[in-house]
């Protein structure tokens, strides 16, 4: 990809794709406030501002890579702390809080879908084009994150929810020890596709529910 192409790709997903992982983040800790967990407002960290929560790696440097050099979109922030001993009932307020995450990027899908059809709907010129296309990465990258972060390795939320679920004993003993391998395990499933085709048939149905109800549909 030439130097102009990707600062072109780059102005339309940076947006989408930075407050796509900053609301993930800060539901968790709007959630786990609203369970008794003050952690995360405490540390500042219940504020959209991106700076507040951007990793150097996962929110800047790893898509931006995945941008020039094609392959399954996706990033992460710095994790809002949430402490489970502060909230009311701890595992299945723990079990909400962990699916908020995905939840916010389903909905943001939804708003971006929203957007297009305004810019689709209106004559804004090239600033409505630039807007759609926006929306497209949006609705695309908010189902990959969402999707992706309920894979049920932890420490992804999906890992996270499961064992807060399922009854205590082995199988959440088990998810446990996975727990300091979950990121290598991911990173693996990630280099040999095997991630991406667990994701594909979900993020199929999901962009053609969108496409069937907007009108538009979700693009890399």
Do not use: C
């Amino acid at each position: 990809m030439d130097l102009n192409s990707f600062l072109t790709k780059f102005s339309i997903a940076a947006i989408p794709v930075i407050f796509a992982i900053t609301v993930h983040e800060v539901a968790h800790g709007w959630v786990a406030r609203s369970f008794g967990d003050r952690t995360a407002e405490m540390q500042g960290r219940l504020s959209l501002n991106p700076i507040r929560h951007i990793d150097p790696v996962g929110t800047i440097l790893v898509p931006a890579l995945l941008l020039a050099f094609g392959g399954l979109m996706f990033g992460w922030a710095k994790p809002v702390p949430v402490d489970p001993r502060n909230l009311r009932n701890p595992r299945p307020n723990m079990a909400v809080v962990s699916f908020a995450g995905p939840a916010a990027n389903f909905a943001m899908a939804i708003a971006w879908a929203l957007i297009m059809v305004l810019a689709q709907g209106f004559n804004f010129g090239v600033a409505g084009s630039w807007l759609y296309e926006m929306g497209g990465y949006g609705i695309f990258f908010n189902l990959i994150i969402g999707l992706l972060n309920l894979v049920p390795i932890p420490p992804l939320d999906g890992g996270q929810l499961l064992q807060n679920v399922l009854p205590q004993g082995p199988l959440t003993e088990l998810l446990e020890r996975i727990r300091p391998f979950g990121f290598v395990i991911v990173m693996v499933l990630l280099f040999t596709k095997v991630l991406g085709y667990l994701l594909l048939p979900p993020l199929v149905f999901l962009l053609s529910v969108i496409e069937a109800i907007f009108g538009v549909r979700g693009h890399p």
